[in-house]
């Protein structure tokens, strides 16, 4: 019989396989539906594990995106990690992000949110505003919100205002643009009256110097702006239009506080004793390092004025220290002045006395000569709004300086019915219009619009959500809605002379992408 070996076999050893080996035997396909389904910090980290997975990585985030998600929760650091939460479900790496926010939140308490959660190289703006459009994180829906609008006269930094009006709510939304370069530019200024003259040069090199860092060209895609609520927005505004091509698209809030921040740190000049920034603008430029593919910005107007009455002509003009203007003037082909009380008596017979002058605005058609820095003078002709104040037995009384004796307005009126026709119109252009693939979009709506306007609810943002269902879309209620109508999708701004700042309007941003042809 054969004896048993006197040595025991060993056991065979299996291959151990590390975690980072047995990812690298995923298939690229399958690697990619993975890492396709992780939340923005996630796939950050995972961007960073190897070549391969950029690559992977670089491939998801290959087109543009837009992410926004709208709060109504009163607690802000609730609001804020709801919004973030939502906006960051998905990949995207932030290029630029704007927050809107109501009164009831301090400015600087959301910008240190946002430094806090997204670093200091993203360029951003946050804004008290009068309201927000957007969806809400609880069911996607959309929502209009409109809260009790508070000027710019208050703290712009610290931006802390009693909020009794229930006017909490955050609105986040964040953009991924390859292609573009971001950048937060502000208009500076030494004090509140002097920007206008001082330093409105500087900002409009400063936002073509930039333009030309980064891209072949001095003018940019776009640029959305914010000002201060306590400077007149109209010069600096014609400038911007002046100085900029026609394919430079421009919107923005007239009147607000904010708060921003440049990926520049020679630009944030908070908490600065010598400057004080009186507007931001966010610039977007073509980037010459990246070009896969064409985003472009597209604008539409939805108008919601008709006019009243005949035209008229300002006789003898006074404008005040507080900028203001006192005028009297003559119906058109009638010699008799008028002064303000026969003025709005004979307006109010025209309306029936369905309104008072609060509601009313005089558009008047202004010639001027305008240049910025070396440009020659041209002569513009333009469509400005004032709003009316009141009227005695000496002058009319409306907002803001500018008019000269021998211009010619019209009384202007808000009228639902317009404003409903004129969103209507809108909705049928957008649907005809091939704006290639929209990934997203901003609505800067006239805070006397809304539910209270027009008698129902999300009026405002339907052109938009009937032609993009699903599209993400941020927008605000804000008093001065800013749309450069020579690039207008729809022009039913004036045809004989431009309207750049606008009344009881919305303005549609919409941003289109167009893929690079790929060279076979």
Request: with cysteine; glycine share 8%.
């Amino acid at each position: 019989m054969d004896e048993a070996p006197s040595w025991t076999p060993k056991p065979k050893q299996l291959k151990t396989t590390t975690s980072g080996e047995m990812f690298s035997l995923l298939n690229d396909d399958l690697l990619h539906n993975i890492l396709a389904r992780l939340p923005a910090p996630s796939f950050a980290a995972a961007a960073c594990v190897s070549k391969s997975w950029c690559h992977v990585c670089t491939l998801i985030l290959s087109r543009p995106k837009l992410a926004s998600a709208l709060s109504l929760n009163p607690n802000l650091q609730v609001a804020w990690e709801e919004v973030t939460q939502k906006v960051l479900a998905e990949p995207i790496r932030p290029h630029f992000i704007i927050a809107n926010v109501g009164s009831g939140a301090r400015l600087i308490a959301v910008h240190n949110l946002i430094l806090e959660k997204f670093g200091s190289g993203v360029p951003f703006v946050v804004s008290v505003v009068g309201g927000v459009l957007g969806r809400d994180v609880a069911n996607c829906e959309i929502k209009e919100v409109q809260w009790d609008y508070v000027s710019g006269d208050v703290s712009q930094e610290e931006g802390d205002v009693p909020a009794e009006d229930g006017s909490y709510g955050v609105l986040l939304t964040v953009g991924f643009v390859p292609g573009l370069t971001v950048e937060a530019i502000p208009l500076l200024s030494t004090s509140a009256y002097e920007h206008q003259n001082v330093f409105m040069d500087a900002f409009l090199a400063d936002i073509k110097d930039y333009t030309a860092s980064v891209s072949d060209c001095r003018a940019p895609v776009g640029i959305i702006m914010f000002g201060d609520g306590c400077n007149n927005m109209r010069p600096v505004v014609d400038a911007l239009d002046y100085a900029m091509p026609k394919e430079t698209i421009i919107v923005g809030d007239e009147k607000g506080r904010f708060l921003y921040k440049s990926e520049n740190e020679s630009r944030n000049i908070y908490g600065s004793a010598k400057f004080i920034s009186v507007a931001v603008a966010l610039v977007f430029a073509r980037d010459k390092e990246n070009s896969c593919g064409d985003i472009q910005f597209h604008i539409a107007l939805s108008e919601g004025v008709s006019t009243v009455g005949p035209k008229h002509k300002a006789v003898s003009v006074r404008a005040t220290a507080s900028d203001s203007t006192w005028l009297t003037a003559r119906r058109e082909g009638n010699r008799e002045i008028l002064d303000g009380q026969r003025i709005l008596d004979d307006i109010n017979d025209e309306l029936q006395d369905h309104t008072d002058s609060s509601d009313l605005y005089i558009g008047v058609k202004k010639r001027r000569s305008i240049s910025t820095g070396s440009k020659k003078r041209r002569l513009v002709t333009s469509l400005d709004f004032h709003g009316v104040t009141g009227g005695d037995e000496e002058y009319l009384y409306v907002n803001d300086v500018g008019i000269k004796t021998g211009d010619y307005f019209h009384f202007y009126r808000p009228d639902p019915q317009t404003a409903l026709s004129s969103s209507a119109d809108l909705s049928v252009s957008l649907k005809n219009v091939n704006l290639g693939e929209v990934f997203g979009g901003f609505i800067f709506a006239c805070c006397g619009r809304g539910e209270s306007f027009f008698g129902r609810v999300n009026v405002d943002s339907s052109p938009f959500v009937e032609n993009f269902p699903g599209v993400p879309l941020g927008g605000v209620f804000c008093e001065g809605e800013i749309g450069r109508d020579s690039s207008m999708l729809t022009k039913e701004a004036q045809k004989d002379c431009k309207c750049n700042l606008h009344v009881y309007s919305t303005i549609y941003l919409v941003l289109s992408y167009t893929p690079a042809v790929l060279d076979h």
